[in-house]
């Protein structure tokens, strides 16, 4: 176990408080619990004065405080010594719990490399973001994002700077603008001069990515956080009713002290940061704790296909044309624009070669892309894109993805391209099933294609030809039906979708930067096969927390009845509240080994898919 100086020093006044109130206990001597009464009633003294004038936040702390006080106003100093020291436990499993968390996730990050391209005597490489010197030229391919600050020295395009600004408008920027690390490209391609190097700016990214990762703004969370208010004010009624009843000081602090919301408190943060940690360990990022939440409740996963259920290194099998020569020169080069895996690919197959320089390059997002050579017009994608340009193609029936090459309105022949499913895609579908999720392919591929490989892998509902719109258009229409809905991408294309669908997941590693930046959830090793866990999961999170929280409320009420009736005594209220807690903790920190098992399945299986969904929560 490695821990951290402050841990350390958090552990060591948590085993001196232990010692002074169970040795209180044992001697019967007061005093000793004085100890653990300053050493963790201080702390939380502290957060209570700071939260409320910070915030005007009236939490757990404060009824905790008033506990302590009220116990040691009627001489009942052990009994505020054991309520501070069980809190200091708490707070400290729960802090622990999300440090580690964080410490897994920031691995992850640095174990994913963040690489450029960059431009020197004529000839590119790929190289990782941190050897970015100032002076260096890189070029910077749609969807990528912009790996250190600079200025355009060839190309134009449109630039997402929300990252930097808020503004989630793209700003077009070309030659002798700046640029700034951080912020996506979105459609064009160019070469840029960095003028700073890249150190800072990555640092700064990965800071970023992990401060994200918080379970504060988790709906579950603020929900808990509404409960605990009601539980301060419901105690502080009853404590001040039982003694306007009986007049026994000692029955309102034992009130006072049993409902203490600790572990409504501690538990939901908890439970989502071990979820998080455990997922991190899979090499699955969660940017924030709600969209973990809301995956407990989705009934559709929505596919890509290309680079998402398959490899996404497609290969191209076949060219036809009058002039090969000519026409993969163009296409070759036009290509080389794009960071579309089937632009890499007729790229590296015609890799060697001398490439003509492009102007006006364009993508169309889901068709192709087009642009100048030597003054010709060159078009190159399917056959929607070549159709709206009036240039009629022929598609053949086959597996393959075809792309068509047009030179000045002519069309001059086509390359035949086959990709090949991931290994698991298969088994992922079935399992996914076998939670009760709904599958479903979206893909800007043509409709042979799709067909076969959802064939190969059992996915039934199927959409071809989609446009980036029309697979948001999908997601809208879905969702009005009532599902909620999770979206699995890595392009360009998907960062729309990825927006709109209740939860969007990115492929890590071959997706672009765009996608990953939209989505909430990113794979960092693409291993579509952990999916069925991490919906395991999500769905054992919530359940964890409503049953950590309801086993919590039925101790605090049975307590209280006691308290009120006069059975309990602080000490005892406050014995029996605390260890409520601590297992409460305990139990929710569990979900850092969960595994999906065979349960879930059964489970999934039981209740059915709309049960499922409702009773996520039971
Ligand atoms: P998917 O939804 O399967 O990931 P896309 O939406 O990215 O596919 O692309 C849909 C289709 O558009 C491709 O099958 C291809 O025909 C065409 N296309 C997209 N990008 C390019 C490109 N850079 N060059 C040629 N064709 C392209
Ligand atoms: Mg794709």
Redesign the pocket.
Known sequence: MNLTQNEKKDILLIVISIISVISSFILSFDYLAWIAVLLCGIPIFKECVEGMIAEFDIKADLLVTIAIVASIIIGEVFAAGEIATIMAIGGFLEEYTVSKTREKIEKLVKMTPQVTTIIKNGIEKRIPVEKVEIGDILKVLPGESIPTDGVIVNGKTSIDQATLTGESLPVDKSVGDEVYSGTINLYGSFTMKSTKSSKDSSIQKLIRLVESSSPENANIVRQADKWATMIVVIAFTAAVLTYLFTFEIIRSVTILVVFCPCALVLATPTAIMASIGNLARYGILVKDGESLEELAYVSELVF?????LTYGIPKVVNVVSKNPEEMMYLLASL?SR?E?P??KA?VSYYKGNELAEIDEFE?H?????SGNISGSKII???KK?LNSQNIEVVEEKTNK???FVAKDSEYIGKVQLADTLRENSKETIRNLKRLRVKTTL?????EKTAELIANEIKIRNVISN???ED?MEYIKNEQLLGHKVAMI???I??APSLKKANVGIAMGDIGSDVSVEAANIALINDNIGDLPHLIGIARKTVRTINIAITFALIVNILAMGLAILGILNPIEGALIHNIGSVIVIVYSATLTNYKISKKDYTRAKKLGITKTINKAMT
């Open positions: 890509d296909k290309t680079g998402t290509e794009s579309h089937l632009a007729i993508m997002l889901g068709m192709g892309v190159a994608g399917n894109l993805t075809e792309i979206l893909t800007g591929d043509n989609c446009l980036p697979k991408g890595d392009g294309n998907d």
